[in-house]
């Protein structure tokens, strides 16, 4: 039987909003589970991408999930994580739910971020006079990524990540990448390194005299329930990253992008359209990511 055509208004509006709402469901279903969509908001990871790229990011590589936001309002959706083909490993360019700044146990507001995997879980990260080295090991600037000629907060130390160790964006750690099961000692003196990644796995932390207290009851010891990595900027100098907020649950890592399909100025707004147009970078189009 033929399907019957809307013929009144009622009926052409209620199939124009079935149309809707199917198409975003659609579009939610394919972003949480094979492609999704990511503009690069800032120059944190250039040349590798520039501000401005619009890329594909494979979501199957490692954690396809149901849809983990409502399009275009942003609004965060509790979602489920399904299996994917493998772990992330040093070197890959991530795409990540952001954590946090280093004093908030959770964003103020639902954003990805983009950066590179430098370290994974039980790895030691060293940045000594700005070398990276992971084992013992240098991990090189990547081809295309670059230290800018940016300056360092004097007060820098005071800002990294974790509170009290006094690290700083040019030599930083040695720090080990926390991994499910690690056994973390605590002391009312090292509690303060530890408590904001405490609490974001969700325990409260506190300290009773000379006693660590979690969930209330005193401690020697944290069990780490999750695994975790580093993500660096190939910006080097001009990167907001796990130097400054901390490390990355492998968890929240939804995929690598693979290609940029479109690249302009997203500085100027629609008012500036013509002059938009002129900025597209026809040269990045098609540039694969690696």
């Keep these: 039987m033929p399907k019957k055509q809307p013929e009144t208004p009622k009926e052409h509006i209620i199939s124009w909003a079935k149309t809707i709402i ?49 399009p275009f309002i942003n609004q965060p959706l509790p979602f489920l994580r399904l299996p994917g083909w493998r772990s992330p490993k040093q070197g890959d360019v991530i795409v990540f739910i952001f954590p946090g700044m280093r004093d908030e146990v ?12 430098v370290a994974v879980a039980g790895d030691t990260l060293n ?28 007060g820098d130390q005071y800002q990294t990540f974790p509170v009290g160790k006094g690290f700083t964006r040019d030599n930083y750690g040695p720090i080990r990448i926390p991994k499910k099961g690690d056994v973390v000692k605590l002391t009312p003196e090292n509690r303060l390194e530890w408590d904001m990644f405490i609490r974001r796995e969700g325990h409260s932390v506190g300290v009773e005299g000379s ?25 080097r100098n001009n990167s907001l990253d796990s130097r400054y907020w901390g490390f990355v649950p492998t968890e929240n890592i939804i995929g690598t992008p693979m290609v940029v399909y479109w690249s ?14 002129s900025t597209i970078r026809w040269s990045r189009l098609g540039t694969i990511i690696r």
Excluded: H
């Design 211 to 235: 006693q660590v207290i979690v969930d209330g009851k005193p401690v020697t010891s944290y069990i780490v329930e999750r695994d975790y990595c580093f993500g660096m900027g190939d910006n």
């Design 264 to 277: 302009w100025d997203t500085g100027l707004g629609v008012g500036d359209f013509f002059k938009k147009l």
């Design 127 to 154: 940045v000594i006079n700005t070398k990276v080295f992971v084992n013992g090991k240098e991990f090189t600037l990547p081809p295309n990524g670059k230290f800018e000629n940016f300056p360092m907060n004097p």
């Design 22 to 70: 199917g198409a975003i469901l659609a579009v939610m279903v394919i972003n949480g589970l094979l492609v999704a969509s990511f503009v690069v908001p800032t120059g944190s990871m250039e040349n590798t991408v520039m501000t401005g790229d619009f890329v594909f990011v494979n979501r199957l590589i490692f954690a396809p999930s149901t849809p983990q936001v409502i």
């Design 106 to 117: 959770e964003s103020s507001e639902f954003q990805y971020y983009l950066k590179r995997c």
